[in-house]
């Protein structure tokens, strides 16, 4: 069965350190992924994708990817209390048209002022 | 720019009772349309995918079913509602061969 997993938490960070996120994935050919930031009674709502292996950044967030050891990372530079929300990693198995996500269950953040 | 909508945005209703929920997208053509659910302390879980008017294809079989009469609706029905059903349901779209999905505000469904 294909699975994405991700530590539920609650991570706990101070403000202004870095937050680090981490999701492994079973599907070796998995070929795109992404992480979305869902705030308590709304929907996700996108942050960043990824492709290639290495890092992705945009503003205070950095993706990497690792397609040899199966997981993707999301670090969050300078957190805010405003970044304290669940995230959830979610991974494309097929890299087509039909392009049908997996999703793992989040990892809720928590950023202390 | 695309927007989504969802409605109702929230919903109670009876076991045994109907249900309809609506989703549109507005500022793009032919997309990809997705229903979700997500279920307390679980993940989100894909019930339907639509590429096109007519196309459905379900990815858990259950008590509900899912339309597109037109290019840009999505509706997610259900004859009989069972206690299992209570969720947030998430309407996504995707652009035509694309991958990344918008999700809309989706519709809290509570069944008693």
């Known amino acids: 069965q294909k699975e994405v997993e991700q530590n539920s938490g609650p991570l706990s960070v101070p403000e202004g350190a870095i937050a680090s996120l981490n999701c492994t994935y079973s599907?070796?050919?998995?070929?795109?992924f992404f992480w979305y930031r869902q705030y308590s009674g709304k929907s996700p709502e996108l942050i960043m994708f990824?492709?290639?292996?290495g890092d992705k950044e945009d503003g205070r967030f950095t993706a990497q990817l690792n397609k040899a050891s199966q997981y993707v990372s999301l670090l969050i530079r300078d957190s805010q209390p405003s970044d304290s929300a669940t995230y959830l990693c979610?991974?494309?198995?097929?890299?087509?048209?039909?392009?049908?996500?997996?999703f793992g269950k989040g990892t809720k953040l928590s950023v202390k002022p | 720019s695309q927007t989504i909508h969802q409605w109702p945005a929230t919903l109670v209703q009876p076991v045994g009772s109907p249900l309809s929920l609506e989703c549109t997208v507005e500022?793009?053509?032919?997309?990809?349309l997705y229903w979700y659910r997500q279920a307390a302390g679980r993940g989100l879980q894909l019930l339907f995918y639509?590429?096109?008017?007519?196309?459905i294809s379900s990815e858990v079989p259950q008590n509900l079913s899912a339309s597109r009469p037109q290019d840009r609706q999505f509706i997610l029905s259900s004859k009989k509602l069972l206690l299992s059903d209570s969720g947030f349901y998430l309407c996504?779209?995707?652009?035509?061969?694309?991958?990344?999905?918008?999700f809309g505000p989706g519709t809290r469904l509570l069944v008693l």
């Open positions: 996504a779209w995707a652009g035509t061969g694309g991958q990344t999905q918008y």
């Open positions: 599907d070796r050919g998995s070929q795109s």
């Open positions: 990824i492709y290639s292996n």
């Open positions: 979610a991974v494309n198995l097929y890299g087509g048209s039909q392009g049908n996500l997996i």
């Open positions: 500022g793009t053509s032919n997309p990809n």
């Open positions: 639509s590429v096109g008017i007519g196309q």
